[in-house]
């Protein structure tokens, strides 16, 4: 059974406080990019009752996803914004999602992310990640970015940190593994990653930054 929307907030307000959830229900969050990370950071925040989640990206859910990130099986060639919202629904069924199946770019990135109060970068490619990076920071004056780098391999997981480049931008990661070097992927220092992204967000909600 379902539980009512009243219910589920008094579940959400009993964990984190009715202050805190006012403003975690009250934020837009945008996440570019739904592979490992996104879907992952989705998913972390559906479950602390974020308000609305802007999801942003052009790709197909393939067998190779199913490793790491937030995808089923019965979901593969689906596009991931549709699977994605499905698994999100199933979870939080009172979050609000607003989906673009396109690939973010110089020309369309401030329309997309106009209505969002923080910004996820989850890409694979580097270009995309410091295309989107400066972008927020030179043009979007009133927004957070929380971004990743280096997440691969099989490494301690006590070395994915977060930290504050500036007030408005937050580096996860560990700053040095990269997919093409040995082991690649995998999904536990993904997702510890994707979590350290989600909780940063949940911090700048709560007005607490790094130092």
């Keep these: 059974m379902i539980p009512s ?6 579940a959400l307000n009993d964990r984190h406080g009715t202050d805190l959830q006012n403003k975690i229900s009250s934020t837009t969050v945008c996440i570019c990019g739904l592979g490992g990370l996104g879907s992952n950071i989705a998913i972390t925040l559906a479950r602390a009752g974020i ?3 802007i999801l942003i990206d052009f790709d197909k859910v393939d067998i190779t996803n ?29 979050l609000e999602t607003a989906l673009h199946t396109v690939c973010i770019t110089d020309e369309n990135a401030k329309e997309l992310l106009k209505d969002c109060n923080i910004i996820c970068e989850a890409f694979d490619n580097a270009e995309c990640k410091a295309m989107l990076t400066n972008l927020v920071l030179e043009e979007m004056p009133d927004k957070y970015i929380v ?21 408005r931008f937050y580096l996860c990661g560990d700053e040095i593994s990269d997919a093409s070097d040995g082991i690649g992927l995998v999904s536990s220092r993904v997702m510890l990653c994707a979590a350290h992204q ?11 930054f790094e130092v």
């Design 5 to 10: 929307k009243d219910e589920w907030r008094k």
């Design 51 to 53: 308000g609305k989640l």
């Design 66 to 94: 199913l490793h790491r990130q937030q995808y089923k099986v019965s979901q593969v060639g689906m596009y991931k914004t549709e699977a994605l919202r499905e698994n999100l629904t199933e979870i939080n069924p009172y």
């Design 147 to 167: 971004t990743a780098s280096g997440m691969a391999g099989l490494d301690s997981a006590n070395l994915i940190k977060t930290r504050k480049v500036s007030k």
């Design 198 to 208: 989600a909780h940063m967000v949940l911090r700048l909600i709560a007005n607490k």
